[in-house]
């Protein structure tokens, strides 16, 4: 096969060359001759190697001979398996399961003086409890396109769809499209699994203005720029399924998201990224449960403009950019959600209701939040991290309550509890092999008004299967 | 933020007007971007991904790769699943479908050589084990050799312009090989039945080449880290038979050597490994010189 490239070369070359070219030809043969003299003695050596490991390997074992061969001939690079199995996709599975203690009751877990998002973002589970546990699935599919799935299967034994995309591989000029439910391109933690965080949970900022995280379906367009810095553009269109958005049925999309990251090294030992991004939605009714100042319950509902800024940042070292002895890793993010339109307060649904019919006004809000979080391995397979999470109330403009329809201020305590949450979490892990993580985590979460949440968690994350690569 | 924008536009105008080096070539590890260099000369411009102090195994697909996988015409890496962690991801996410697997701008070292160490069962109960068979093949010149003609080739391949300037340097580069390859074997015959006992069995291809003995590994099983007891087992096993010396790579962490080397009272070496990790392994004929002279003062 060599062989006969090189003589393709030959014959391109001798083909092509100009006329004064021509006269270095006997020279040229002269040097191919050579160089087929050189690959004739390798192949020989070749030949010779291979005789010795085939003897080597008839002493090794002889019960185990004939079985080991059939394996390894599979094993050998360049002879791909046949039979059915052979365009299996790669599999691989996460198991993770928790065991936690807390002082509130993580059912009644809420974010005062922020929107319920209505997304997983309850702290884990009192006592022993199974997480999601996550298949994921992926291939290529022809020499235009991957696909992956990844399915979630909850501990209510319920199967969520993760993420489930298709992606085009061969657009070139650094053009990538994506298409399907996917995690956004957005922030910098939105992408990273949530098995691979350095800590249980999200930080407050992604429960509060995102649910959890934004994984939306819709497509997702990417390029990247032809220069040594990194620089990295992408929006996408969606459906605007979840939190801040409203799912609804309607001919356009439901969010939209700009995003830019730019990246590169810093000497040999330190490696960024920061990013800004842009999520724009406008959710219709989107509905949540409250009680009025008497206690009672009332049902709230915006709909209107939301529009969210994230800038982030991530910055890992590591002496010499080994990572395996000691590494750090800091990163930080910062949310902004400005949101605009009307609020309904509703408390017919009481026996005894005190107005008994929708109250409708307008509503705009200004809201931030930030965190920042350092992991540092102090040595191989041990690591420890600390978390700083810091929500602001800013300012909320409530029409209802400043225009005297009725409801006070005090029948709204989850949107005007003017309060600004905070959280300090410990983490400390313990990774035997990439594979298999344990970790301790200790939290005092202030989401409440006026209440003190104090966490301790065991957590258990096992990957099995095909070996994925994790993101930056 | 000036400096940023003038490298942007640069880096821009860089890509859009082809400079005279022809071919951009991405080098997962030195030896590679090293042997490009030898091959490919002033038509080839070679980045590379990682430094011989960091684990091969342990690299992140951080966004300066992605970055410059994105202008690659050719990924020159080692294959056999060692740089499954990130460059899966990198070329991914770069955009650039010239240098996918299965594509003339993907290269992969170890395809073109015979792989020792094929497991015949894989289970991840045994560590870190490279279905393929052991991916270090770097450090046997008949392998460096094996691959030089392949990469020579497909330099060719992908720059059809400029055959007779590849076939040149490919041959200029093998008739040196050659004549070093003789050397080193001459000068390394006293190494031969030596017993080395290694960090991690990335120095098979080497022990295999010289007829050298592994007498065991510091780590209990690939990839892990070693650990008290293993290293008392060894120590047990080293004093009935004794090892020449302990060697361990560049980018390895010197203490679970230097431990076991007092208690058995065998020296403890480092060896480059791979290019630029010693002051000596400028290139692939340093790293091979310099490997060879520090086996060679444990040998005597």
């Known amino acids: ?472 | 933020m000036k400096r940023l924008l003038s490298i942007a536009q640069l880096a821009l105008l860089a890509a859009a007007f082809p400079a005279a080096a022809a071919l951009n070539v991405f080098a997962c590890t030195p030896e590679w971007g090293a042997l490009a260099t030898e091959l490919g000369g002033d038509r080839v411009s070679v980045y590379t991904a990682t430094t011989a102090l960091q684990d091969p195994h342990r690299i992140e697909a951080r966004p300066s790769l992605i970055a410059r996988a994105r202008s690659a015409d050719l990924v020159v890496c080692t294959g056999a699943e060692l740089e499954i962690g990130w460059l899966p991801l990198v070329q991914a996410q770069s955009g650039n479908p010239k240098i996918r697997v299965g594509q003339p701008g993907y290269f992969e070292a170890a395809g073109h050589v015979p792989l020792l160490e094929r497991p015949a069962r894989i289970d991840r109960s045994m560590g870190d084990v490279h279905p393929g068979g052991n991916p270090h093949v770097h450090l046997d010149p008949h392998n460096i050799a094996r691959i030089a003609l392949a990469l020579g080739e497909r330099l060719a391949k992908l720059d059809p312009g400029e055959t007779a300037y590849y076939s040149r340097r490919a041959k200029i580069f093998l008739d040196r090989w050659r004549e070093a390859t003789a050397r080193w074997e001459r000068d390394a015959a006293p190494l031969k039945g030596a017993s080395l006992v290694v960090y991690h069995r990335n120095l098979t291809y080497l022990i295999h080449w010289l007829g050298m003995r592994e007498a065991g590994s510091l780590e209990p099983k690939p990839g892990l880290p070693p650990t008290t007891a293993h290293l008392s087992e060894l120590l047990a096993s080293l004093r009935q038979n004794r090892a020449r010396a302990i060697v361990r790579s560049a980018y390895n962490d010197p203490r679970a050597a230097e431990w076991l080397a007092e208690r058995a009272a065998i020296p403890s070496i480092q060896v480059p490994f791979t290019v630029g990790g010693s002051d000596k392994a400028k290139d692939l004929f340093g790293l091979f010189d310099d490997t060879l002279a520090r086996l060679l003062a444990v040998a005597q």
């Open chain 1, 1 to 472: 096969m060599h062989c006969k490239t090189l003589c393709a070369m030959a014959l391109a070359v001798a083909w092509c060359a100009p006329l004064p070219v021509r006269a270095q030809d006997a020279e040229l043969g002269k040097i191919r001759e050579e160089i087929r003299q050189l690959k004739d003695a390798y192949e020989r050596r070749i030949q010779g190697l291979e005789n010795r490991l085939a003897e080597a390997e008839s002493r090794a074992g002889k019960a185990e001979r004939s079985a080991a061969r059939a394996e390894t001939a599979v094993a050998q690079p360049g002879i791909p398996a046949g039979g059915e199995n052979a365009f299996n996709p790669a599999i691989s599975l996460i198991l993770q399961g928790t065991a936690a203690r807390s002082s509130q009751d993580p059912e009644t877990y809420r974010i005062s003086g922020f929107a319920p998002s209505g997304g997983e973002v309850a702290p884990a589970s009192r006592g022993a409890s199974l997480g999601e546990s996550e298949l994921v699935v992926t291939a290529n599919i022809d020499p235009y396109f991957r696909g992956l799935l990844i399915a979630a299967l909850t501990p209510e034994n319920e199967v969520e769809v993760e993420e489930a995309f298709f992606q085009t591989l061969a657009l070139g000029h650094g053009l990538t499209l994506k298409g399907g439910r996917f995690l956004s391109g957005i922030g910098y933690q939105n992408e990273v699994h949530q098995h691979f965080w350095d800590f249980q949970d999200a930080p407050l900022a992604y429960k509060a203005f995102l649910g959890g995280r934004q994984n939306d379906d819709g497509v997702q367009l990417k390029w990247v720029a032809p220069t040594e810095l990194f620089i990295e553009l992408g929006a996408e269109l969606g459906r605007g399924r979840s939190f801040p958005s409203t799912a609804r049925s309607r001919n356009a999309a439901g969010a939209w998201t700009l995003f830019a990251h730019v990246g590169g090294d810093i000497g040999t030992s330190t490696a960024w990224r920061a990013g800004l991004s842009h999520l724009r939605t406008s959710p219709r009714d989107r509905a949540f449960e409250d009680v009025d100042s008497l206690g009672n319950p009332v049902a709230q509902s915006f709909s209107g403009t939301s529009s969210l800024w994230i800038a982030d940042f991530v910055l890992k070292w590591a002496p010499g950019g080994n990572s395996a002895l000691t590494n750090f890793k800091l990163q930080g993010e910062y949310f902004r959600r400005s949101e605009s339109g009307a609020l309904t307060y509703d408390d017919s649904t009481q026996v005894v209701p005190q107005f008994g019919t929708p109250i409708n006004a307008g509503y705009a809000s200004r809201q931030s939040g930030w965190y920042l979080q350092g992991v540092y391995q102090f040595m191989p397979r041990w690591r420890f991290g600390y978390r700083y999470d810091r929500l602001n109330f800013g300012s909320v403009d409530n029409g209802i309550v400043a225009n005297g329809l009725g409801p006070v201020g005090g029948d709204f305590p989850l949107l005007m509890a003017g309060h600004r949450p905070a959280r300090n979490t410990l983490m400390f892990d313990w990774s035997p092999t990439e594979f298999s993580r344990i970790r301790l985590q200790l939290a005092s979460d202030k989401s409440r008004f006026g209440l003190t949440d104090n966490q301790a968690l065991i957590q258990y994350i096992f990957s099995l299967g095909a070996h994925g690569a994790h993101r930056f």
